[in-house]
C-alpha cells in the first residue's frame, strides 16, 4: 500500500517563495511519473505539475508555468515542488501522487487516483 507524505505548507505573502516536499513509500513499482494536485478552497482537486520518472521530462497547469519547479530524488520515491512568486490564488491544500503509468504527465486528463496523502496547506496573504 502507498502512503504519501506531504510537508513544507505554510502562510505567506503573496511574492513570497515556498518549497512543498512528498515522500511516497511502499511503492513496489516503478512509477511512470510522480506529481502535485491542489485543491483550493470551494473548488475540486486540480492538477499541478508532474516529472517523468524515466528522463525527468515536466509538466505544469499553464497558471503556475514559469512559477513553479518539480523536481525529483527517485532513489526516495521523493518529489518537491519549488513554488516562486506565490499568488492568492494559489491558495489551498497541496496533495502529491505516484502514478503507475496509463494517464501521462497531464494529470488532469486523468485525476483519480486510488491513494491520497493528509496533504499541506499553502495559504498565500495579499
Known amino acids: 500500500q502507498v502512503q504519501l507524505a506531504e510537508s513544507g505548507g505554510r502562510s505567506v505573502q503573496t511574492g513570497g517563495s515556498l518549497t512543498l516536499s512528498c515522500a511516497a513509500s511502499?511503492?513496489?513499482?516503478?512509477?511512470?511519473?510522480m506529481g502535485w494536485m491542489r485543491q483550493r478552497p470551494g473548488q475540486e482537486r486540480e492538477f499541478v505539475a508532474s516529472?517523468?520518472?524515466?528522463?525527468?521530462?515536466?509538466y505544469y497547469m499553464n497558471s503556475v508555468a514559469g512559477r513553479f519547479t518539480i523536481t525529483s530524488v527517485n532513489a526516495n520515491y521523493t518529489v518537491y515542488l519549488e513554488m516562486n512568486n506565490l499568488k492568492p490564488e494559489d491558495s489551498g491544500v497541496y496533495y502529491c501522487?505516484?502514478?503507475?503509468?496509463?494517464?501521462?504527465?497531464?494529470?488532469?486528463?486523468?485525476?483519480?487516483?486510488?491513494?491520497w496523502g493528509q496533504g499541506t496547506q499553502v495559504t498565500v496573504s495579499s
Open positions: 501522487n505516484i502514478d503507475k503509468g496509463g494517464r501521462g504527465l497531464n494529470w488532469a486528463l486523468n485525476p483519480t487516483f486510488d491513494t
Open positions: 511502499g511503492v513496489d513499482f516503478v512509477p511512470y511519473s
Open positions: 516529472i517523468k520518472w524515466d528522463g525527468g521530462y515536466k
